[in-house]
C-alpha cells in the first residue's frame, strides 16, 4: 500500500503540480574529494539569465570523452554525481548539472525549464570541454529530459551517443502502467491520459537516427517499471542497444553485481570509435 502512494504520488505530480514532480533539496550531500575527485565549480547562464549550477569532473589523463548527466528528480547534484564517480579514472569527464530550482541552480522546475537548462548546458560544453566525443547519459527522469534535449539539439551539436538508464518516453505510458499494478487503480488507469502531458516528452524517437541510443533499465526497478524501458527501445531507432540488468533497481545500473556494467559500458563506449 505504502508503495502505491508513492506510484500515485508520483502519477499526480507529473501531470497536475509541478511542485510534486520535482524534490529538489537544498545543500551538500557529498564531498568529491573524500573520493577523491578534483572538479571545477561552475555557474552557467541561461538565455533568460539565470544562473544553472553544475560540477565538471575532469579525467586526470588526457580525455577519451565527455559525458554530460542528466540526474533525477530527487535530491541535487551532490548526491547523484556519485553514479558516475568512476568514469574520470577510466580517462573519461564528466559534466552533471541542476535543474532551475534544484540547490543553487535559479528559478522553477518545470518540463519546460529542464529541457531549456539541458540545452544551455549542452551549449556551454562544446564550447569548453574538453577533447574527444561528447555523449549525454541521463538516469530515471533525467533520462526521459536528456532524450528530448537530444532531439532538439541533434542538428546543432555532434553527439557521439545516449545513454538512458531506468527511465521512460511517454509520461502517460509510465503513468498507466503504474495505475495498472494495483487492483486498486487498475479501473482508473485512463486518468493518465487526462491528468498527464506529453508535450515535452522525446518524440519522435524515430528523429534521434543516427545517433546511437544505449538503454539500460534494471529488472527489478521498483519505480520505473522495466517494461518502460523494454518500449522506449522498441520505438527508438537503429543504431540502438538494450541491457535488462536481472539484479538491478533503481539508480544502481554501475554498483549492482559488483560493477561489472561499467567495464561493459567501456567496452560499448570503445566499439562506438
Known sequence: MIRLIVYF??????????????????????????????????????????????????????????FLFFHGNGENLTSHFI????????????????????????????????????????????????????????????????????????????????????????????????LAKHWLTWLIQPLSYVVLSDKYAPKPLADLSPIPLLVIHGVQDPVIPVEQGEKLYAQAPEPKNLWLLPYGTHGDSFFTEDGIYRQKLLDYLHGLN
Open 9 to 66: 504520488s508520483f502519477l499526480v505530480g507529473l501531470g497536475a503540480c509541478s511542485s510534486l514532480l520535482y524534490y529538489p533539496t537544498q545543500g551538500q550531500y557529498f564531498n568529491p574529494k573524500k573520493i577523491p575527485l578534483q572538479y571545477d565549480d561552475i555557474f552557467i547562464t541561461g538565455k533568460d539569465g539565470r544562473k544553472i549550477h553544475a560540477w565538471y569532473f575532469h579525467s586526470p589523463t588526457k580525455s577519451k570523452g565527455t
Open 83 to 178: 553514479g558516475l564517480h568512476w568514469l574520470p579514472s577510466e580517462g573519461y569527464s564528466y559534466l552533471i548539472f541542476d535543474y532551475p530550482g534544484y540547490d543553487k541552480s535559479e528559478g522553477e522546475p518545470t518540463p519546460e525549464s529542464t529541457v531549456e537548462a539541458g540545452k544551455e548546458v549542452l551549449r556551454w560544453l562544446v564550447k569548453n570541454k574538453e577533447e574527444g566525443p561528447l555523449y549525454i547519459y541521463g538516469q530515471s527522469l533525467g533520462g526521459n529530459i536528456a532524450l528530448r534535449v537530444a532531439l532538439e539539439m541533434k542538428g546543432e551539436v555532434p553527439l557521439k551517443a545516449v545513454i538512458v538508464d531506468g527511465t521512460f518516453a511517454s509520461y502517460q505510458e509510465v503513468g498507466r502502467s503504474i
